[in-house]
Protein backbone atom coordinates (compact mmCIF):
# COMPACT_ATOMS: atom_id res chain seq x y z
CA UNK A 1 0.00 0.00 0.00
CA UNK A 2 3.07 2.17 0.93
CA UNK A 3 4.58 1.46 -2.48
CA UNK A 4 1.06 1.82 -3.93
CA UNK A 5 0.50 5.72 -2.47
CA UNK A 6 4.28 6.90 -3.44
CA UNK A 7 3.76 5.82 -7.03
CA UNK A 8 0.41 7.77 -7.14
CA UNK A 9 1.90 10.57 -5.41
CA UNK A 10 4.82 10.92 -7.92
CA UNK A 11 2.49 10.30 -11.01
CA UNK A 12 -0.28 13.30 -10.16
CA UNK A 13 2.54 15.63 -9.06
CA UNK A 14 4.35 15.56 -12.14
CA UNK A 15 1.67 15.61 -14.51
CA UNK A 16 0.54 18.43 -12.56
CA UNK A 17 3.43 20.61 -13.13
CA UNK A 18 2.76 23.43 -15.65
CA UNK A 19 -0.84 22.51 -16.15
CA UNK A 20 -3.78 24.69 -15.86
CA UNK A 21 -4.32 24.10 -12.24
CA UNK A 22 -1.30 25.37 -11.22
CA UNK A 23 -2.33 28.51 -13.06
CA UNK A 24 -5.27 28.73 -10.98
CA UNK A 25 -3.93 27.88 -8.19
CA UNK A 26 -1.45 30.96 -8.33
CA UNK A 27 -4.44 33.04 -9.61
CA UNK A 28 -6.47 32.71 -6.21
CA UNK A 29 -3.26 33.14 -3.96
CA UNK A 30 -3.12 36.43 -5.65
CA UNK A 31 -6.80 37.00 -4.35
CA UNK A 32 -7.20 34.73 -1.89
CA UNK A 33 -5.95 33.45 1.85
CA UNK A 34 -3.53 30.68 1.17
CA UNK A 35 -5.06 28.45 3.50
CA UNK A 36 -8.39 29.00 2.15
CA UNK A 37 -7.20 28.42 -1.42
CA UNK A 38 -5.34 25.12 -0.52
CA UNK A 39 -8.36 24.28 1.43
CA UNK A 40 -10.33 24.53 -1.49
CA UNK A 41 -7.99 22.42 -3.66
CA UNK A 42 -7.90 20.13 -1.09
CA UNK A 43 -11.63 19.19 -1.07
CA UNK A 44 -12.30 19.60 -4.50
CA UNK A 45 -8.97 17.23 -5.28
CA UNK A 46 -9.94 14.47 -2.50
CA UNK A 47 -13.63 14.83 -4.00
CA UNK A 48 -13.02 13.73 -7.34
CA UNK A 49 -10.26 11.55 -7.43
CA UNK A 50 -12.37 9.35 -4.61
CA UNK A 51 -15.39 9.28 -7.48
CA UNK A 52 -12.73 8.38 -10.33
CA UNK A 53 -10.81 5.54 -7.79
CA UNK A 54 -14.78 4.38 -7.48
CA UNK A 55 -16.14 3.98 -10.86
CA UNK A 56 -12.96 4.29 -12.42
CA UNK A 57 -12.79 4.45 -16.44
CA UNK A 58 -16.16 3.27 -16.96
CA UNK A 59 -17.35 6.98 -15.31
CA UNK A 60 -14.55 8.85 -17.87
CA UNK A 61 -16.73 7.21 -20.24
CA UNK A 62 -20.08 8.12 -19.39
CA UNK A 63 -18.79 11.86 -17.96
CA UNK A 64 -20.36 15.01 -20.55
CA UNK A 65 -16.52 15.90 -20.26
CA UNK A 66 -16.73 18.32 -23.37
CA UNK A 67 -20.08 19.83 -21.21
CA UNK A 68 -18.34 20.46 -17.70
CA UNK A 69 -15.41 22.02 -19.91
CA UNK A 70 -17.28 24.76 -21.96
CA UNK A 71 -18.92 25.54 -18.44
CA UNK A 72 -15.75 25.62 -16.70
CA UNK A 73 -14.39 28.24 -19.55
CA UNK A 74 -17.93 30.18 -18.88
CA UNK A 75 -17.48 30.28 -15.12
CA UNK A 76 -13.39 31.52 -15.36
CA UNK A 77 -14.02 34.37 -18.01
CA UNK A 78 -17.44 35.23 -16.50
CA UNK A 79 -14.82 35.71 -12.75
CA UNK A 80 -12.29 37.46 -14.93
CA UNK A 81 -14.83 40.55 -16.20
CA UNK A 82 -16.06 40.75 -12.95
CA UNK A 83 -13.00 41.08 -11.67
CA UNK A 84 -11.72 43.69 -13.57
CA UNK A 85 -14.99 45.29 -14.12
CA UNK A 86 -15.24 46.00 -10.17
CA UNK A 87 -11.66 47.38 -10.32
CA UNK A 88 -12.22 49.92 -12.74
CA UNK A 89 -15.67 51.46 -12.26
CA UNK A 90 -15.42 51.36 -8.09
CA UNK A 91 -11.62 51.90 -7.16
CA UNK A 92 -11.66 55.17 -5.14
CA UNK A 93 -7.46 54.92 -4.61
CA UNK A 94 -4.25 53.38 -6.33
CA UNK A 95 -3.64 50.72 -3.71
CA UNK A 96 -7.24 50.12 -2.47
CA UNK A 97 -9.57 48.81 -5.11
CA UNK A 98 -12.93 47.63 -4.32
CA UNK A 99 -13.33 44.62 -2.45
CA UNK A 100 -15.23 42.47 -5.40
CA UNK A 101 -18.19 40.38 -4.22
CA UNK A 102 -16.46 37.38 -5.18
CA UNK A 103 -13.79 37.95 -2.38
CA UNK A 104 -15.76 38.82 0.13
CA UNK A 105 -18.54 36.15 -0.29
CA UNK A 106 -17.86 32.42 0.66
CA UNK A 107 -14.19 32.67 -1.06
CA UNK A 108 -13.73 28.79 -0.19
CA UNK A 109 -16.39 27.74 -2.10
CA UNK A 110 -15.35 29.91 -5.52
CA UNK A 111 -12.38 27.95 -5.25
CA UNK A 112 -13.83 24.62 -4.52
CA UNK A 113 -16.80 24.60 -7.56
CA UNK A 114 -13.72 26.39 -9.78
CA UNK A 115 -11.41 23.67 -9.21
CA UNK A 116 -14.12 20.68 -9.10
CA UNK A 117 -15.11 21.95 -12.65
CA UNK A 118 -11.89 22.39 -13.57
CA UNK A 119 -10.62 18.91 -12.97
CA UNK A 120 -13.66 16.61 -13.79
CA UNK A 121 -12.40 14.83 -17.13
CA UNK A 122 -9.06 15.94 -16.42
CA UNK A 123 -6.07 13.60 -17.68
CA UNK A 124 -5.16 13.57 -13.29
CA UNK A 125 -8.60 11.88 -12.90
CA UNK A 126 -8.21 9.28 -15.94
CA UNK A 127 -4.73 9.02 -14.50
CA UNK A 128 -6.10 8.10 -11.18
CA UNK A 129 -8.39 5.42 -12.37
CA UNK A 130 -6.00 3.76 -14.29
CA UNK A 131 -4.06 3.37 -11.26
CA UNK A 132 -6.59 2.11 -9.30
CA UNK A 133 -7.63 -0.49 -11.71
CA UNK A 134 -4.77 -2.61 -10.81
CA UNK A 135 -3.98 -0.96 -7.25
CA UNK A 136 -5.68 -0.37 -3.94
CA UNK A 137 -8.25 2.34 -4.44
CA UNK A 138 -7.40 3.83 -1.01
CA UNK A 139 -4.27 3.97 -1.87
CA UNK A 140 -4.64 5.77 -5.64
CA UNK A 141 -7.21 8.10 -3.73
CA UNK A 142 -4.42 8.90 -0.93
CA UNK A 143 -1.56 9.51 -2.93
CA UNK A 144 -3.15 11.49 -5.89
CA UNK A 145 -4.85 13.57 -3.87
CA UNK A 146 -1.47 14.46 -2.03
CA UNK A 147 0.63 14.71 -5.27
CA UNK A 148 -1.91 17.46 -6.62
CA UNK A 149 -2.41 19.17 -3.53
CA UNK A 150 1.71 19.22 -3.02
CA UNK A 151 2.01 20.52 -6.89
CA UNK A 152 -0.90 23.24 -6.06
CA UNK A 153 1.03 24.18 -2.71
CA UNK A 154 4.19 24.98 -5.06
CA UNK A 155 1.99 27.65 -7.03
CA UNK A 156 0.28 29.14 -4.07
CA UNK A 157 4.11 29.65 -2.58
CA UNK A 158 4.86 31.85 -6.07
CA UNK A 159 1.37 33.65 -6.07
CA UNK A 160 2.74 34.57 -2.13
CA UNK A 161 5.72 36.13 -2.77
CA UNK A 162 4.66 37.61 -6.10
CA UNK A 163 1.76 39.22 -4.13
CA UNK A 164 4.49 40.94 -1.36
CA UNK A 165 5.92 42.59 -3.92
CA UNK A 166 3.06 44.28 -6.09
CA UNK A 167 0.39 46.63 -5.30
CA UNK A 168 -2.98 45.68 -4.37
CA UNK A 169 -4.61 47.18 -7.72
CA UNK A 170 -2.19 45.18 -9.63
CA UNK A 171 -2.60 42.36 -8.16
CA UNK A 172 -6.21 42.82 -8.90
CA UNK A 173 -5.92 43.47 -12.56
CA UNK A 174 -3.45 40.62 -13.26
CA UNK A 175 -5.47 38.23 -11.25
CA UNK A 176 -8.67 39.26 -13.40
CA UNK A 177 -6.43 38.95 -16.75
CA UNK A 178 -5.19 35.38 -15.59
CA UNK A 179 -8.80 34.56 -15.27
CA UNK A 180 -9.50 35.38 -18.74
CA UNK A 181 -6.67 33.35 -20.38
CA UNK A 182 -7.46 30.34 -18.11
CA UNK A 183 -10.88 30.69 -19.46
CA UNK A 184 -10.11 31.53 -22.85
CA UNK A 185 -7.35 28.18 -22.93
CA UNK A 186 -10.09 25.82 -21.54
CA UNK A 187 -12.55 26.97 -24.59
CA UNK A 188 -10.24 26.83 -26.71
CA UNK A 189 -8.56 23.52 -26.22
CA UNK A 190 -12.47 21.98 -25.54
CA UNK A 191 -13.86 23.41 -29.22
CA UNK A 192 -10.90 22.83 -31.06
CA UNK A 193 -8.63 19.90 -29.11
CA UNK A 194 -7.05 19.78 -33.28
CA UNK A 195 -5.36 23.30 -32.53
CA UNK A 196 -2.66 21.79 -29.95
CA UNK A 197 -1.51 23.32 -26.66
CA UNK A 198 1.09 26.03 -28.10
CA UNK A 199 -1.55 27.40 -31.21
CA UNK A 200 -4.52 27.67 -28.49
CA UNK A 201 -2.08 29.08 -25.91
CA UNK A 202 -1.55 31.70 -27.78
CA UNK A 203 -5.12 32.23 -29.21
CA UNK A 204 -5.96 32.60 -25.60
CA UNK A 205 -3.54 34.91 -24.91
CA UNK A 206 -5.16 37.68 -27.51
CA UNK A 207 -8.37 37.76 -25.04
CA UNK A 208 -6.41 39.07 -21.86
CA UNK A 209 -4.15 41.43 -24.14
CA UNK A 210 -7.43 42.89 -25.31
CA UNK A 211 -9.11 43.39 -22.30
CA UNK A 212 -5.40 44.69 -20.83
CA UNK A 213 -5.87 47.22 -23.93
CA UNK A 214 -9.20 48.34 -23.41
CA UNK A 215 -8.43 48.64 -19.87
CA UNK A 216 -5.59 51.02 -19.98
CA UNK A 217 -7.75 53.34 -22.17
CA UNK A 218 -10.61 53.20 -19.82
CA UNK A 219 -8.09 54.15 -17.29
CA UNK A 220 -5.89 56.35 -19.19
CA UNK A 221 -9.48 58.36 -19.60
CA UNK A 222 -10.44 58.34 -16.49
CA UNK A 223 -7.09 59.63 -15.14
CA UNK A 224 -7.27 62.49 -17.82
CA UNK A 225 -10.81 63.38 -16.81
CA UNK A 226 -9.87 63.21 -12.87
CA UNK A 227 -7.38 65.82 -13.41
CA UNK A 228 -9.16 68.06 -15.93
CA UNK A 229 -12.14 68.48 -13.45
CA UNK A 230 -9.99 68.71 -10.46
CA UNK A 231 -8.15 71.80 -11.90
CA UNK A 232 -11.59 73.39 -13.23
CA UNK A 233 -12.59 73.58 -9.48
CA UNK A 234 -15.91 73.19 -8.31
CA UNK A 235 -18.04 74.17 -11.41
CA UNK A 236 -15.56 71.74 -13.39
CA UNK A 237 -16.79 69.10 -10.59
CA UNK A 238 -20.53 70.12 -11.09
CA UNK A 239 -20.38 69.71 -14.54
CA UNK A 240 -18.63 66.46 -14.31
CA UNK A 241 -21.89 65.37 -12.09
CA UNK A 242 -24.29 66.26 -14.83
CA UNK A 243 -22.49 64.31 -17.45
CA UNK A 244 -22.81 61.66 -15.46
CA UNK A 245 -26.40 61.78 -14.58
CA UNK A 246 -27.17 62.11 -18.47
Known sequence: MIATIGLAIGIVFLAELGDKSQLMALTFALRYRWWVVLGGIAVATASVHVISVAIGHFLGAALPTAAIAV????????????????????????????????????????????????????????????????????????????????????????????????????????????????????????AAPALGVPAAIGLALLVPAAAGSVLWLLTSRSRGRTVLVSEAGPAGIEEARSEDRQ
Do not use: C, Q, Y
Open 71 to 190: VAALTFLAVGVWTLRELVTGGSGEDEPPASRLVTTAPFFVVLSAFLLAELGDRTMFATAALATDNNWAAVWLGSTIGMVAADALAIAVGILVGKHLPERAIGFGSGLLFLFIGALTGLTT
